[in-house]
């Protein structure tokens, strides 16, 4: 308590104003972003290692020239998913570097 005045002297703080916080300014824009992706790629790079040997994917691109990246893709999932339907073909392609992918 002061003496002087009377009045009860906070010594805790427990009295004290909070301040006021200062608004931020938010910068509107573009920002610069880069994309991180996680692709499986041992097995379809020996599957491919194996249609070049052999003479596959040349054989296809002579016959399907517009289709035979997606024809090996397809060919590849089926090898390596063989339990899996082939409706499960888009989970596979968006996890696993292949042909048309």
Same mark, same amino acid.
């Given at each position: 308590m002061d003496d002087n005045t009377g009045n009860i002297i +906070? #010594?805790?703080g427990r009295s004290k104003k909070?301040?006021?916080p200062v608004p931020t300014v938010v910068k509107h824009g573009t920002t610069p972003y880069m994309e991180?992706?996680?692709l499986y790629y041992g097995a #379809?790079?020996?599957l491919e290692a194996?249609? !070049?040997t052999l003479g596959l994917t040349a054989d296809l691109q002579s016959c399907f +020239?517009? !289709?035979?990246q997606q024809m090996l893709s397809i060919a590849f999932y089926l090898i390596l998913e063989d339990n899996n339907p082939l409706y499960r073909f888009e989970k596979?392609?968006? #996890?696993h570097k292949h042909p048309y992918g």
């Open positions: +906070p #010594t805790r909070k301040s006021i991180c992706k996680h #379809t790079y020996l194996v249609a !070049d +020239p517009n !289709d035979y596979w392609h968006c #996890t």
